[in-house]
């Protein structure tokens, strides 16, 4: 049982390059998010999907979208990399709305020069 | 607005210590609230949680109980060992909210022998 994983764990981006985060559960979850981490900021929510085939704003979505591929999947798009979205990205799921825990995956270290 | 307020770290303890991470809550409905546990270099797990008030949760020798009318959930631990070094953080979730999470800015913990 594999739970949530993210590809690929390190990259490093050319300022105005793109490029997909994919993330994946194997816990038949139906709600998926996608959060940066900062130093001194702790996780802030990018976006999430309450279930498959919806998509909602989280607290920091500019420079950012979002494809709920399958109840499985759910993947975060940089169109336009900048300097200011070098992070750590972390992909979550939960059974449920209200209260249910959130499963994290191992992260996505983004470095944009 | 629903919000976590988490004590700074880092914080640094002898191997048997008592532990005390304090956190407190403001939430406009009724929260979930949470401790998550990062390693370095990994992704965040689930510590201990408490759905409602005057619950205790507990897990691995750390507690934190449920105060609803001092808003507060903090993580304590009698006697920590070298293993609990890690950064903590402190999260509510409110139904009403899609199960969007708020996290706290993390406690950094390192425990020397």
Same mark, same amino acid.
């Given at each position: 049982n594999a739970g949530v994983t993210q590809t690929p764990k390190f990259q490093v981006l050319k300022t105005g390059q793109s490029m997909t985060l994919q993330c994946a559960q194997d816990?038949?979850?139906?709600s998926m998010y996608w959060y940066r981490q900062d130093p001194g900021m702790g996780l802030r929510l990018i976006y999430y999907s309450a279930s498959e085939g919806t998509t909602d704003k989280g607290e920091v979505p500019n420079g950012y979208n979002v494809s709920? #591929?399958?109840?499985r999947e759910f993947s975060l798009r940089l169109e336009s990399a900048a300097p200011s979205q070098t992070s750590v990205y972390f992909c979550a799921s939960s059974r #449920?709305? %209200? %209260?249910e825990t959130q499963y994290f995956g191992p992260g996505t270290r983004l470095l944009v020069l | 607005g629903d919000s976590v307020t988490q004590m700074e770290g880092p914080v640094t303890l002898s191997e048997e210590a008592f532990l005390t991470i304090n956190c407190t809550y403001t939430a406009t409905g009724y929260p979930s609230l949470f401790w998550y546990v990062q390693y370095p270099g990994e992704g965040l797990q689930l510590l201990l949680k408490a759905t409602k008030a005057d619950d205790k949760g507990s897990n691995k020798g750390f507690e934190a109980t449920y105060r609803k009318e001092t808003t507060s959930f903090h993580l304590e631990k009698g006697s920590v060992q070298v293993s609990d070094s890690a950064v903590y953080f402190c999260a509510l979730s409110v139904?009403?909210?899609?199960?969007q999470f708020y996290f706290g800015t993390g406690t950094s913990l390192t425990v020397i022998p």
């Open positions: 816990m038949n979850h139906n709920r #591929l399958n109840k #449920l709305q %209200g %209260g | 139904s009403n909210t899609g199960n």
